[in-house]
């Protein structure tokens, strides 16, 4: 059965700090990982991988995905309060289906 | 900016009641989606759409059915209303051929 797993399951920092946040998968025929982050409501996209090796970035958030070793990891540098949220991963298979399996999220915390 | 509308926001009903949740998108998607996430959960896909008059059920099990009559909405009802129904509902859209997701504001759902 496809799965994906992140961990940790929730992390609390202080501001400044920086984190590394886990997505590891286990799909048949994998297309793409994505990230979002959800706050209150609605998950936002972030990043979209498909290639192992070559690293996403957008600010103090960064990505990268090992198709060897079937995980992804998100980092944030100088994490600020409004980076509290929850981080979802995906992985979109390539079935043909379009169907995404998400993680349960990491729950992030950052204290000021 | 996504440009994909969910209404109600909240809704609190009583068990038996027939309820339809809107969801519209004016960004020409094909593809829609209808999550359920209960608090601290992952997204479980409950429909999907490929286009009009194409929908398929996800991997969750679901009492709710959709229709998809026009490219821009893509409603969900349940026909009766019960305690379990109580959770938040996700819709989202993505372009063709690309892997992103829009997602909607969410429906808090409550049935009592």
């Known amino acids: 059965e496809d799965k994906v797993v992140q961990s940790p399951l929730s992390l609390v920092v202080h501001e400044g700090d920086t984190v590394t946040l886990n997505c590891s998968y286990e799909v048949t025929n994998f297309r793409s990982l994505l990230w979002y982050k959800q706050e209150k409501k609605a998950p936002t996209f972030l990043f979209m991988l498909t290639s192992s090796g070559i690293e996403k970035k957008s600010g103090r958030l960064s990505s990268i995905l090992d198709k060897k070793e079937l995980f992804s990891i998100l980092n944030i540098t100088a994490t600020q309060t409004g980076d509290s949220a929850v981080y979802l991963c995906?992985?979109?298979?390539?079935?043909?289906?379009?169907?995404?399996?998400f993680g349960t999220g990491t729950r992030l915390k950052v204290l000021a | 900016e996504a440009d994909i509308y969910q209404t109600p926001r909240y809704l609190v009903i009583g068990t038996g009641k027939k309820i339809t949740l809107e969801c519209s998108q004016t960004?020409?998607?094909?593809?829609m989606y209808w999550y359920q996430q209960d608090p601290g959960m992952e997204l479980h896909l409950i429909h999907y759409?490929?286009?009009?008059?194409?929908?398929e059920k996800g991997d969750l099990s679901s009492e709710s059915t959709v229709s998809r009559i026009r490219t821009e909405h893509f409603p969900l009802t349940l026909e009766s209303a019960r305690p379990s129904h109580t959770s938040q509902y996700l819709c989202?859209?993505?372009?063709?051929?690309?892997?992103?997701?829009?997602f909607g504001p969410g429906t808090r759902l409550t049935v009592t």
């Open positions: 989202a859209s993505s372009e063709p051929h690309r892997g992103e997701q829009y």
């Open positions: 759409s490929y286009g009009v008059n194409s929908t």
């Open positions: 995906a992985v979109l298979p390539t079935s043909g289906t379009y169907k995404y399996i």
């Open positions: 960004m020409g998607h094909d593809k």
